[in-house]
């Protein structure tokens, strides 16, 4: 089965600071990972993925993620952290084929002026 | 492409009614997906359909929850009767075939269902 943790429910940073959202992941096979972003009121937006190569991803709004096969982590990260940034990240993971993807319960980050 | 569409938006009903949700996926994908969201069990998927055909329904939660595909630009989700306990945000989502593992699934804006 497959499943993602996400241990942090809150995450609070300044303004300009780096910013860090963990997961960690199960899967049975290769991994699959995506991040996604919900921001009140609205559907999730899809930020990024990791489907092969660099273990580095870069995806949107100057997000980027790293995969670690050995810590089964795909952390999410940006280097500056602006107040817009504030709302509720989801990752998710899939082992293969045309399965639904599986959702962690989300990290709400708040971005404070 | 206008993206995923649901409707209504806004649902509040009284315990006991139908209530039933719409969602108009991307033209062109052949997955589409039913997930709920609440603040006690975060996003849960509820069923999914692969060229309209349901394929996995076991995250339903009860009889009293029904969903179909009639064809591929339209799907239901009706919850009868409805109770207070079905209150969440109701979100549909479609994918499309050709990319298997590869591709994101686009979600649709949601349903916030009120049932008193």
């Known amino acids: 089965a497959q499943s993602v943790a996400q241990p942090e429910d809150q995450v609070n940073v300044a303004e300009g600071n780096p910013l860090t959202v963990k997961c960690t992941y199960s899967v049975s096979g290769n991994p699959y990972l995506f991040w996604y972003v919900q921001y009140p009121n609205r559907g999730l937006q899809f930020l990024l993925k990791y489907i092969t190569g660099d273990n580095l991803v870069k995806g949107s709004y100057g997000f980027e993620a790293e995969f670690n096969k050995s810590q089964t982590s795909f952390h999410l990260k940006k280097p500056s952290a602006l107040v817009s940034d504030s709302a509720l990240y989801f990752c998710?993971?899939?082992?293969?084929?045309?399965?639904?993807?599986?959702f962690g319960k989300g990290t709400r980050l708040s971005v404070i002026a | 492409d206008a993206g995923v569409i649901q409707s209504p938006r806004h649902e509040v009903t009284e315990m006991g009614q139908e209530v039933t949700l719409r969602c108009k996926p991307i033209s062109g994908h052949d997955y589409l997906f039913w997930y709920r969201q609440t603040m006690m069990r975060g996003l849960e998927l509820l069923i999914y359909?692969?060229?309209?055909?349901?394929?996995?329904d076991s995250g339903m939660p009860e009889d009293r929850f029904s969903a179909k595909m009639p064809n591929a630009s339209f799907s239901t989700l009706k919850i009868q009767p409805s109770e207070p306990r079905d209150s969440a945000v109701y979100f549909c989502?479609?994918?499309?075939?050709?990319?298997?593992?590869?591709?994101?699934?686009?979600f649709g804006p949601g349903t916030r269902l009120t049932v008193l």
């Open positions: 989502a479609s994918s499309p075939l050709g990319a298997g593992a590869l591709s994101e699934q686009f």
């Open positions: 998710a993971v899939r082992s293969s084929g045309n399965t639904p993807l599986v």
């Open positions: 359909f692969n060229n309209n055909v349901p394929i996995d």
